[in-house]
């Protein structure tokens, strides 16, 4: 997610350390990423500093990213126990390239990315994230810039179409975006359940049905909120600047649209073709990343039983080669082109 929020459940706790979460996937993530005494690596999602546990606990020093002041905040226990093997830093991580320099490193022996909202922020109804508390509708990872309710209220109806469409995969989004615009013109929304009440009503709910109708759409506004596709994008090239050859790079998605980022990346800097049947063919460089792994990694089935957020979590690695960094060209990922609703204020 942008600046680092990252899907977690469980916990754990470190020699001399607070109980953290357990992020989805842990085990293999710190297989892919080798964290040994003497390395750095950045934890660009910091979250609720799982992964910058188990990464300490095994010797290495992280420097842990994220856009939430809270999170860094609650990240000072953890700073306590590790003193300065961890570096906390509020920041997105699409410029975690920079971030680590200004920390001193011109070069790191690895990155992990874990692209999902926490539960954390989940259990706090105050940000505004969960359709299954009232809270205000807000989703803003870091505080600024336009809030959920923003768009709600103000983009046009063909352009929320698009929003709930594209970013949320609802193929109902057409019908949902007519029954927000016909609704807000009586009340703006300003709650959480307000807008999931109206989605439900749109497409109806079974009974026993374990998902929410909501989900889709909530998920595309936390997404153009905060513009997390953009920024994974670029997370990806400011990793390919800072890793060091033989340096390490992580990534652990929830959905499709951030899988393809991913895979298209991996297949692009390993000199394959394409990567994605849903975005376009890329021409082939030179190998900037080997994957040792060429599909995505599942988790366990014991983890996908114990916790749902795992059933979607993908985690695709690379190890960085000797090559030159070459030119951040976002084009590469085929982004959904959604300027016009991200500067319209009309109902």
Same mark, same amino acid.
């Given at each position: ?9 469980? %916990?754990?706790? @470190? %020699? ?9 996937? $842990? ?20 979250? %609720? ?27 000072? /226990? ?12 509020? @920041? ?74 594209? $970013? ?25 359940? /307000? ?54 790079? %992580? ?53 996908? /039983? ?20 070459? /030119? ?9 082109? $959604? ?9």
């Amino acid at each position: 997610m942008a600046g680092g929020i990252g899907n977690a459940s469980g %916990a754990s706790s @470190g %020699a001399g350390g607070p109980v953290l979460h357990i992020p989805v996937m $842990l085990d293999e993530v710190v297989e892919a990423l080798c964290p040994a005494r003497g390395k750095t690596i950045i934890d660009g999602t910091f979250g %609720a500093g799982g992964y910058s546990l188990a990464l300490l606990d095994r010797g290495a020093s992280v420097i842990a990213i994220d856009q939430d002041p809270t999170a860094i905040e609650n990240g000072v /226990e953890l700073k306590q126990a590790h003193g300065d093997r961890l570096t906390l830093v509020e @920041g997105r991580f699409s410029t975690l390239d920079q971030i680590a320099r200004d920390a001193g490193h011109d070069a790191v022996d690895g990155v992990v990315l874990d692209i999902g909202v926490s539960s954390m922020q989940l259990d706090q109804a105050e940000r505004g994230f969960s359709f299954q508390k009232d809270g205000p509708l807000d989703m803003r990872m870091g505080g600024s810039g336009p809030s959920a309710a923003d768009i709600v209220n103000r983009t046009e109806r063909g352009d929320l179409t698009r929003i709930i469409g594209i $970013l949320g995969e609802e193929r109902q989004a057409s019908r949902i975006a007519a029954r927000i615009a016909e609704a807000r013109q009586e009340r703006p929304f300003t709650r959480t359940l /307000e807008l999931a009440a109206v989605v439900e009503k749109v497409l109806g709910r079974k009974s026993g049905e374990r998902i929410h109708p909501a989900t889709r759409t909530f998920q595309a506004l936390r997404i153009f909120v905060n513009r997390e596709l953009e920024e994974l994008a670029l997370a990806l090239f400011a990793a390919e600047r800072i890793l060091k050859p033989g340096g390490r790079l %992580a990534v652990v998605t929830f959905h499709s649209l951030e899988d393809r980022i991913v895979k298209q990346f991996f297949a692009n800097r390993s000199g394959a073709r394409g990567g994605s049947r849903h975005l376009p063919e890329a021409k082939p460089v030179s190998a900037r990343f080997e994957q040792p792994i060429r599909g995505a990694i599942k988790a366990s089935k014991d983890e996908a /039983e114990s916790n749902p957020r795992a059933r979607s979590a993908k985690l695709r690695w690379g190890i960085r080669t000797d090559a030159p960094p070459l /030119e951040a060209d976002i084009d590469l990922f085929g982004l959904p082109n $959604l300027k016009s609703a991200q500067t319209d204020n009309h109902a």
